[in-house]
């Protein structure tokens, strides 16, 4: 089956494929690239959550040292450092731009080892706002009197009552529109059971008995995240794909606590795996004209190698009760209105450098295949992976996506290295109301090189982009990093 990738722009939650104009107070949100802070320096913020106080977002994560690691020189590769540096806090009332507020906990505060699935809930009986993370095998409970102090350790807890194994995998805060608080996770070791477990109303320091659910099928969940949207509780979670993307998993219910759907695929995650991401963290935007989830994905490249940045945030709105993922490279959002738009720089193809599949594949995820010369390949210009047409017999392949996208003038882009002696070998793009447009790779190119096809003009709402080839024995190409960004 040929699979038609279409971008809505959205202006609301209620009407998801109308495309809202910029406003004037619109800020940018660029995916694909290491974020920073108001003040230059990078933002390290992973497996956190965020919490709104008035109009102003605080959003909590953890820092590890190997982050700092791979943002210094991402060329070397993945590492293993998980070792853990902070808690930080970032505040923005934009959901663009970030100001360091500084550190919530440090080694000095609960010691070394994993820390991580973090999230802070205000109490509304202590005034308190309490931080709750994992902190190797049990839970760590912390308190402040601002959003953005120094939190002070209250406690630990090592098990959660009705739990098959006692403690949590994953896991996420959830404030529920009474102020009460609740923890979303699923078991460790397997995360094949999925929970729901209040905090303790009176002071939020501690977990009560836990809510079986459901119980996945399907070699377990984590990342688990909840948000809710017009009555209804969506709790969604990733594969176990290790720090690898994944596609999103979803049940829903109107009551937190039982009565939850059949699983399903979150739509829009599936053709490059929730933009390279796992589930992470969500949140819902309200404002003047509309609503929207934003759905903070984790990129975990400094433990995945999975490409560039950390963090990749993008908006979920709804088609009736069903929740609509918009995956995208660059977009505008209004905080305060509550809408947003596709941005003038986003890039219109889907798992452009191949990241989205982890290991070896010969269909790639939002990729159509005609031919059986196709696949990835290990080393890619960014990332571990680049698309790939190589075999030991002689070859006709191709590999490309169908995109429905506004009518304007594109242009198209990739990186390229090619063995040379094919009879044919191009980056494409036809189908969008002229005459085929290429740019031929046939020649060596033994270092990667950026090849582009500029005055792309769509006409007719539609375009099909790709690689082909026409090869000899042995002949190969590896493209990767594909743009299709509109021209001025």
Request: hydrophobic content about 35%; glycine content about 12%.
């Amino acid at each position: 089956m040929i699979a038609t990738l279409t971008f809505l722009g959205n202006a609301t939650a209620a009407s998801a494929a109308t495309p809202a104009a910029q406003d004037a107070t619109a800020s940018t949100v660029q995916n694909d690239v290491f974020w920073k802070d108001t003040t230059g320096n990078p933002i390290y913020s992973q497996g956190g959550g965020v919490l709104k106080v008035g109009a102003t977002y605080y959003w909590y994560g953890a820092k590890y040292n190997g982050a700092v690691t791979y943002y210094n020189n991402p060329a070397k590769g993945k590492n293993g450092d998980t070792s853990f540096s902070a808690i930080t806090i970032y505040s923005s009332t934009d959901l663009a731009h970030w100001k360091f507020e500084g550190n919530a906990l440090t080694t000095s505060d609960i010691g070394g080892g994993w820390v991580g699935r973090i999230g802070v809930a205000h109490n509304p009986t202590t005034g308190k706002y309490v931080l709750i993370s994992q902190l190797n095998s049990e839970l760590v409970f912390a308190t402040s009197s601002t959003p953005n102090g120094h939190f002070t350790k209250a406690g630990t807890q090592s098990n959660i009552a009705n739990v098959s194994t006692g403690m949590s995998g994953d896991q996420s805060l959830f404030t529920d529109d009474d102020g009460k608080a609740y923890l979303a996770f699923s078991n460790k070791s397997g995360r094949s059971h999925l929970y729901v477990a209040p905090l303790r109303t009176s002071d939020f320091l501690h977990v009560d008995t836990a809510v079986n659910i459901a119980n996945s099928s399907s070699g377990g969940r984590e990342g688990n995240i909840m948000f809710k949207h017009d009555g209804t509780y969506y709790f969604c979670s990733s594969d176990l794909h290790g720090w690898n993307a994944s596609h999103t998993y979803c049940i829903t219910s109107s009551n937190i606590s039982s009565g939850y759907s059949s699983e399903f695929v979150l739509q829009g995650t599936d053709a490059d795996f929730s933009h390279v991401t796992q589930t992470g963290l969500a949140f819902t935007v309200t404002g003047s004209a509309g609503s929207f989830v934003m759905f903070g994905g984790d990129r975990w490249s400094d433990f995945a190698g999975n490409g560039l940045g950390y963090n990749d945030w993008l908006p979920i709105t709804f088609n009736g009760k069903t929740p609509v993922f918009h995956s995208l490279s660059q977009w505008n959002v209004d905080a305060a209105s509550g809408t947003w738009s596709v941005g003038s720089g986003n890039n219109y193809v889907l798992n452009p450098s191949a990241e989205a599949d982890r290991v070896a594949q010969t269909t790639l995820a939002g990729w159509t295949n005609s031919g059986t010369a196709n696949g990835n390949h290990l080393g890619g210009h960014t990332g571990r992976w680049a698309l790939s047409q190589r075999s030991s017999s002689a070859y006709n392949a191709s590999m490309y996506q169908n995109i429905s996208l506004p009518n304007g003038t594109y242009t198209l882009s990739a990186w390229v290295q090619s063995s040379g002696g094919q009879k044919a070998a191009n980056i494409f793009a036809k189908n969008f109301g002229a005459s085929e447009l290429d740019h031929s790779i046939n020649q060596s190119i033994g270092s990667w090189t950026e090849v582009s096809i500029t005055g792309i003009t769509v006409t007719t709402g539609s375009i099909q982009v790709g690689v082909s080839s026409e090869a000899n024995a042995n002949n190969w190409v590896n493209v990767d990093d594909f743009s299709l960004v509109r021209a001025g």
